[in-house]
C-alpha cells in the first residue's frame, strides 16, 4: 500500500511540474521605416531594427525585453522632455521626425539619417542567452556612431547576469586575458599596457564592457574608443570555448 501511495504521489508531482512548466521561444522581429521627404537618388533616412524578442507566458522573461529596448533606445532615440518612447515602433517613428523636421527647417543642409540595429541571440542549454546588438547611427557630422552591446540573461527568471558571474574564475580569465593582448600587442610583462597607444584607464589593463560567448569561443569585443583611438577601430580578442570553457559558470553554460 505505501509503495503503490508513494508511485501515486510521484505521478502527480510530475503531472503538476509538466502542467506548471512555461514555455518560451526566441523570434526575430524586424522595425523598418523611411522618411516620406523627397530623397536624392533614393538616399533616404532610415530605421533598420532587428531584434532578437523572447515570446513566453512566463512574466519574469519579458524582462529580458525590456533590458533589450532600453540599450537599443539608448543609442537610437531623439526623445525629447515632452515625449515618451515605450517600444519599437515609436523608438522608429521618433527618429524619422526628428530629421524630417530640421529638414523642413534646412531644406539644403542634413544629409539623409541612419539608425540600424542587427541583434542575435545564442541560446547555451536552455539556461542562459547572449544577446547581441551591433549599432549604426548617423545623424550628420565626419562619422556615425557605431558599437556592440553584449548581453546575457539567466532564462530561469529573465534576469540579466553581470559579467563577473560569467565566470567560475574572472580574475584568472582576466590574467590569461592581458597575457594574450601583450602579446599580440608586442608588449612584455614590464611595459606599460598603454605604450603602443592603448588608452586604458589607470595604465591598468581590463576587460572589455562587452563580452560575446559562441559555441565556439569567447570574444572580448572593445568597441571603438573603449581602449584605443577611433581610427583602430574595435578591438577584438578570441578565445577558442573548447579550452576556456572551464573558465565559465556551468550554471549558465
Same mark, same amino acid.
Given at each position: 500500500m505505501t509503495r503503490k501511495l508513494l508511485i501515486l504521489i510521484c505521478f502527480s508531482t510530475l503531472l503538476f511540474s509538466c502542467s506548471k512548466k512555461e514555455t518560451? %521561444?526566441?523570434?526575430?522581429k524586424k522595425y523598418e521605416l523611411k522618411t516620406t521627404l523627397p530623397c536624392d537618388n533614393d538616399d533616404c533616412t532610415y530605421v533598420d531594427l532587428i531584434i532578437p524578442t523572447i515570446i513566453s507566458d512566463q512574466k519574469e522573461l519579458n524582462e529580458i525585453n525590456e533590458v533589450v529596448f532600453k540599450n537599443v533606445k539608448k543609442h537610437i532615440a531623439f526623445e525629447n522632455e515632452n515625449e515618451e518612447i515605450n517600444n %519599437? $515602433?515609436?523608438l522608429a517613428k521618433s527618429f524619422i521626425a526628428s530629421y524630417d523636421e530640421i529638414k523642413k527647417a534646412f531644406p539644403n543642409e542634413p544629409l539623409p539619417w541612419e539608425a540600424s540595429v542587427n541583434g542575435t541571440s545564442e541560446i547555451f542549454e536552455n539556461k542562459s542567452v547572449n544577446i547581441v546588438l551591433n549599432y549604426y547611427t548617423f545623424t550628420g557630422g565626419a562619422h556615425g556612431n557605431e558599437g556592440t552591446i553584449s548581453l546575457f540573461f539567466n532564462l530561469e527568471d529573465g534576469k540579466q547576469i553581470s559579467q563577473k558571474d560569467l565566470f567560475l574564475d574572472y580574475e584568472g580569465f582576466k590574467k590569461?586575458?592581458?597575457r594574450d593582448f601583450r602579446t599580440s600587442n608586442n608588449l612584455n610583462e614590464t611595459d606599460n599596457i598603454n605604450k603602443n597607444g592603448n588608452i586604458f584607464? $589607470?595604465?591598468q589593463f581590463s576587460l572589455p564592457e562587452n563580452i560575446i560567448v559562441t559555441q565556439n569561443e569567447i570574444?572580448?569585443?572593445y568597441n571603438k574608443y573603449e581602449i584605443a583611438p577611433y581610427s583602430s577601430g574595435a578591438t577584438l580578442l578570441k578565445f577558442p570555448m573548447k579550452t576556456f570553457k572551464k573558465y565559465l559558470n556551468p550554471l549558465y553554460f
Open positions: 518560451w %521561444y526566441f523570434e526575430t %519599437y $515602433d515609436e590569461i586575458a592581458e584607464k $589607470d595604465n570574444i572580448l569585443h
